[in-house]
């Protein structure tokens, strides 16, 4: 007798999920011949920008990965994942061009980008920090580090300086801390949740490709696409 296919009342037939990982699909940009081309344009100030192409954006990704993955390995004696399974590395940073080569890198290791508000009540923090078990706190320098207790934590500026000693190759599949995981946890954002204790929500990378090549209804459509981080 045969076997009926799995169903789900909300998904319907469950189908194997093979999903490109973001990191992947900026390399394959990179290799395709975007290199040289304006990957971020950062206002300083009122009068000055910085722009960054795609090679140096992603070199400089994969050189703070490397050197993430060497902090996280040098601070652990073994290195597993929390209780979901994931690998999350708290992220205390101002918005910047440096945030954005921080999240790049933070996937390019294998791990999920939770980022925190410096700002958010200590407690609010300690829960947050207690519940997901970050692997590593990435923050700005002028972060007090008090309210992150024992949780391993480094700030950009020292990976920074330290990442000139690792290679700006893409990091290998196999060095990354999720390993063959085709649909890993990408982002963890945390909300006041009904109750008022701070709940973390999962975004995978299949949910967050969805978002970004859904059609579009009621949009504002351009020729040139471009995406604005603000504070």
């Not at 000055?48 to 954006?57: G, P, Q, S, V």
């Not at 060497?70 to 994942?81: A, D, F, L, T, Y």
């Not at 990435?138 to 580090?145: E, G, M, N, P, Q």
């Not at 999720?178 to 982002?187: L, N």
């Amino acid at each position: 007798m045969g076997t009926l296919p799995q169903l789900s009342i909300l998904k319907g037939s469950q189908k194997s999920r093979d999903v490109q990982l973001l990191h992947k699909i900026f390399e394959e940009k990179v290799d395709q011949g975007c290199g040289n081309k304006t990957a971020i344009i950062f206002n300083v100030d009122h009068l000055n920008e910085r722009r960054i192409n795609y090679n140096t954006l992603n070199s400089s990704a994969n050189r703070l990965s490397a050197t993430i993955l060497h902090s996280i390995h040098e601070r652990h004696e073994k290195v597993h994942g929390n209780q979901d399974g994931d690998w999350p590395i708290v992220v205390c940073m101002s918005p910047s061009d440096n945030l954005i080569a921080t999240l790049l890198a933070i996937w390019k290791c294998g791990a999920a980008y939770l980022p925190i508000d410096p700002s958010f009540p200590q407690n609010r923090i300690q829960h947050i920090l207690e519940e997901t078990k970050p692997v590593l706190i990435i923050h700005d320098t002028d972060v007090s580090t008090e309210v992150f207790g024992k949780n391993p934590a480094v700030s950009f500026d020292a990976l920074k300086r330290q990442s000139t000693e690792f290679s700006n190759a893409n990091i290998r599949d196999d060095a990354t801390l999720s390993g063959a995981d085709t649909d890993p946890t990408a982002i963890i954002l945390y909300t006041s949740g009904s109750t008022g204790i701070p709940k973390g929500n999962h975004l995978f990378t299949s949910s967050i490709l969805h978002s970004i090549l859904k059609p579009r209804s009621g949009g504002i459509e351009t020729k040139s696409p471009r995406a604005y981080c603000m504070h």
